[in-house]
């Protein structure tokens, strides 16, 4: 499968593209982390569940492998397709190829959502065919997706796009200071260790380059959080079921989203990796944004 993958992601890459390399995690500092006591090795999240952080990877790329074929639709299903209304105020508001071409990453890309959107709004809004996109995933699967999508889009065989297969965590083949937007949608709560995606993040993005995520967070209000929940413990594991015959993974994607830091908490963490945030940065606005009283959540930051 992955020879596969890498052939298909390659015949994708730009010429100028650094050859591929499947790279392993290898950080160790993690927030949600317990440290390495004398009792056992050191342990992290998955769900629920509490599991050695070594495995954390592993069962991710499980879920993501199960799931990536019936993604779509079930993204669709599941959110009764709000997460399109979301992705559009997430990529429009960061305005693409308003001040000209930009070099974008689009991490934890999956399916292509956002780099499509990405190239889509500089083209519609400003004429604009020389934005690029780098999706990168730690997914073959899910990145094979994403090139048969593009596949019927304009966008196919030019230099616009590109598939990459690597951790969020170790961007070790992308040079520092290269790219101005940096996006990440529904991915970092995957990853075993947000600080060392924040830090990745801050060292690809060239100086005044913009991070951006859009995720899932903590709903504010006390009803709708009751209701949401319901929805989500009750309705999306018995979906995943139906329409993809996987409820296990279902029920993994909806516990992460309850493991995720709340806003405030993930705004500390970006200003921690260095990043300028809303309040302390020319006036841009809020640290962050929630979409539908927090079920949902922009945060951005300026690399300084
Ligand atoms: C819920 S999907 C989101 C996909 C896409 N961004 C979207 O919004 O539709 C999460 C993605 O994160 C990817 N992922 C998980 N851990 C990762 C990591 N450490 N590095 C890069 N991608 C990761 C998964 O493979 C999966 O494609």
Redesign the pocket.
């Known amino acids: 499968m992955q020879a596969v993958s890498r052939s298909i992601l390659r015949s994708a890459c730009r010429s100028t593209r650094p050859s591929l390399a499947v790279l392993r ?1 290898n950080h160790t500092e993690a927030n949600p982390r317990q440290a390495e006591s004398s009792s056992g090795p050191r342990t992290t999240h998955f769900g629920f569940k509490t599991v050695p952080e070594e495995s954390k ?1 592993s069962l ?2 499980n879920v ?1 492998n199960s799931v990536a074929s019936s ?1 779509d639709v079930m ?1 669709d299903a599941m959110s009764m397709g709000v ?1 399109r209304l979301w ?1 559009d105020d997430f990529v429009s508001s960061l305005k693409p190829g308003r001040k000209g071409p930009m070099k974008c990453i ?6 292509g ?2 780099a499509l959107r990405i190239l889509d709004h500089a083209r519609e809004n400003y004429a604009d065919r020389e934005t690029t996109v780098d999706v ?4 073959a699967e ?1 990145l094979k997706e994403g090139y048969k999508r593009f596949k019927k889009t304009m966008y196919h065989n030019t230099p616009q796009i590109a598939f990459i297969e ?4 170790a961007l070790e083949q992308f040079p520092s200071d290269t790219y101005d937007l940096y996006t ?4 970092i709560r ?3 260790s947000i600080p060392d ?1 924040l830090k990745e993040a801050y060292r690809v993005l060239k100086p005044g380059g913009t991070f951006a995520c ?1 995720e899932f967070s903590k709903v504010n209000n006390p009803l709708l959080n009751m209701l949401y929940d319901q929805y989500s413990f009750s309705v999306i594991p018995i979906m995943g079921t139906i329409l993809a015959g996987d409820r296990e993974s279902y029920q993994y ?1 909806v516990e992460s989203i309850r493991r995720f830091p709340s806003q405030p908490d993930f705004a500390k963490m970006i200003q921690d990796a260095g990043f300028a945030t809303g309040g302390n940065f020319e006036g841009k606005g809020g640290a962050w944004r929630d979409l539908w009283g927090g079920i949902a959540c922009i945060h951005t930051g300026v690399k300084v």
């Not at 689009?106 to 399916?111: P, S, W």
């Not at 690597?166 to 965590?169: C, G, L, T, V, Y």
């Not at 990440?184 to 991915?187: D, L, Q, S």
């Open positions: 995690q990877e991710v790329k993501f993604y993204n997460h992705k689009d991490l934890a890309g999956g399916t959502d956002v990168v995933d730690i997914n899910m690597s951790n969020a965590q990440i949608a529904f991915g995957n990853c075993t995606v859009l994607l």
